[in-house]
């Protein structure tokens, strides 16, 4: 893990610095600066719009006593792209304006969660829960919590 983060930390750098010289040498820097300038202020107010919107669906779904799973994961990549974004540079702005246009971030959303649930497990007292034995599959099989148990009963103010 340690060597792919050094090779991105190495590589985006290197293309980015590459990018802004054969750009600059083609229309000339201070448009290549002017360019970046509109990039970057053209970004932050979609990251805003997109912001506005996502925290808007989740408090809709909450609200109506839904996960809102899909929400938090669209807040998560506009958090994502608004970071790019505020980097100086064209290929992180191609990945940012890529994650704010809402199909693509369906897409993405989609294979991060094809791929967490491959490999993410929660450990709960009644054993592992994955996308195998979820509550949603109704596979899930409970076993005695080992401990003491407290039945309670929950009281509203």
């Known amino acids: 893990m340690f060597g792919k983060l050094l090779l991105i930390f190495i590589l985006v750098p290197l293309i980015e610095l590459g990018i802004f010289m054969q750009l600059g ?6 448009e290549t600066i002017v360019i970046i300038i509109f ?4 970004g932050a107010w979609l990251a805003k719009t997109q912001g506005a919107l996502a925290l808007r669906n989740f408090k809709e779904t909450s609200n109506a006593g839904k996960m809102p799973h899909r929400e938090v994961t669209d807040g998560l990549l506009i958090l994502i792209a608004g970071a790019v974004l505020i980097t100086p540079g064209f290929l992180t702005d191609a990945i940012g304006f890529f994650l ?3 199909p693509c971030r ?7 969660a094809s791929f967490l649930k491959k490999n993410v497990s929660v450990n709960t007292p009644f054993g592992p829960i994955s996308a195998e034995n979820s ?3 109704g596979s899930e099989q409970a076993r005695p919590v080992k401990g003491r148990v407290i039945e309670a009963d929950v009281l509203d103010d």
């Open 100 to 102: 704010l246009i809402p």
């Open 25 to 30: 040498g083609i229309v000339g820097i201070p």
């Open 135 to 137: 509550p949603e599959t």
């Open 39 to 42: 990039t970057g202020a053209l």
């Open 106 to 112: 369906a897409l993405v959303r989609g294979r991060l």
